[in-house]
């Protein structure tokens, strides 16, 4: 009876080396396999985190969800600078599909590690500072334990566990994203160049009865704060829809008055007229090509107005 007691802890013993060593081993195998991504085109979202988290040194950034992806023209942001600065910008879309302002936030500190990008646009919305971000986390939970700014992220948010010490568990749910990343065909923003219009659709303001988060408070002051400690030149973008925004929002008003108090610019396009044409919507929240290529020109046109007499891009 004895024997059998040891034999059973010997091969409890034995399978939990090998969990660890598989642990250990999917940890070491996935930080490298990340590092050979970044090098590649950024092919789909799970490549596009992982580059947005921990290579992209572009000039001008660009934060935000999927009005993020869809609205903003990066060729239209280079051509705009080039004539205006003429100075050669390099421009990358961090957006990622379904985040919200934690994501923003963390998304440049782990920007501000590696360069000082001259201009941030960070898109956003009227309940941006609303809206429960527990929809975040599952492309980020791979980087707890790679990551200090994400693993920050997480710990604020209480998204870390005794599971997430896992490097196996941390990759469970973005695995099979990141491995496919390594065989997709193309780069392309394939939501930026759709030409699908919307069928004709009634415009209304949606009414929105969300309190504000004291996390988002706390994360939007101290992303507009790391944006002036850096000298980044912010811009708090709110983009077209044909959801006309509530202004009256607790969460609208807090964006625009604090950053008049900051002076940063706050640069609002949810409720212009010139943009509530189906013929520049996919849907009623994100445009087409035609509807961000419009977009995007008025966009550096009002930048370039803003600034164009007060700073020059560094």
């Known amino acids: 009876m004895k024997n059998g007691y040891i034999k059973v802890l010997v091969n409890v013993a034995i399978l939990l080396a090998i969990l660890v060593a598989m642990d250990v081993t999917m940890g070491w195998a996935g930080e490298k396999y990340m590092r050979w991504l970044n090098k590649k085109p950024r092919n789909g979202d799970a490549a596009l985190v992982n580059y947005s988290l921990n290579a992209a040194v572009p000039d001008v950034a660009i934060l935000g969800s999927s009005t993020a992806i869809c609205h903003y023209d990066p060729d239209i942001i280079h051509d705009s600078l080039w004539a205006w600065q003429k100075k050669d910008y390099s421009v990358f879309n961090m957006g990622i599909s379904n985040q919200r302002l934690t994501y923003d936030y963390y998304g440049l500190k782990c920007l501000l590690d590696r360069t000082t990008p001259s201009i941030v646009i960070a898109d956003v919305w009227a309940t941006y500072i609303g809206n429960d971000p527990s929809l975040s986390f599952y492309a980020f939970m791979p980087y707890a334990n790679i990551n200090p700014n994400i693993k920050e992220m997480l710990k604020s948010h209480n998204q870390l566990t005794f599971m997430t010490k896992s490097n196996l568990y941390c990759f469970n749910t973005e695995i099979i994203k990141l491995a496919l990343s390594a065989f997709k065909s193309s780069g392309e923003n394939v939501y930026l160049k759709s030409k699908v219009e919307?069928?004709?659709?009634?415009?209304q303001t949606e009414k929105d009865t969300t309190s504000l988060l004291p996390l988002s408070i706390e994360e939007f002051d101290a992303m507009i704060a790391l944006a002036k400690d850096r000298d980044v030149k912010l811009f708090v973008v709110m983009s077209p829809t044909l959801r006309s925004s509530d202004t009256t929002s607790l969460s609208y008003r807090y964006i625009?008055?604090?950053?008049?108090?900051e002076?940063?610019?706050?640069l609002d396009y949810s409720n212009d007229?010139?943009?509530?044409?189906?013929?520049?919507?996919?849907?009623?929240?994100?445009?087409?090509?035609?509807?961000?290529?419009?977009?995007?020109?008025?966009?550096?046109?009002?930048?370039?107005?803003?600034?164009?007499?007060?700073?020059?891009?560094?």
């Not at 919507?281 to 370039?304: C, P, Q, S, V, W």
């Open 256 to 261: 625009k008055e604090k950053c008049a108090t």
């Open 198 to 203: 919307i069928k004709e659709v009634i415009k």
């Open 263 to 266: 002076n940063v610019p706050f």
């Open 273 to 314: 007229e010139k943009y509530y044409q189906t013929h520049y919507f996919r849907d009623r929240t994100h445009m087409n090509y035609y509807g961000a290529e419009l977009f995007t020109k008025d966009l550096m046109k009002d930048i370039k107005k803003h600034y164009a007499m007060r700073i020059k891009l560094g």
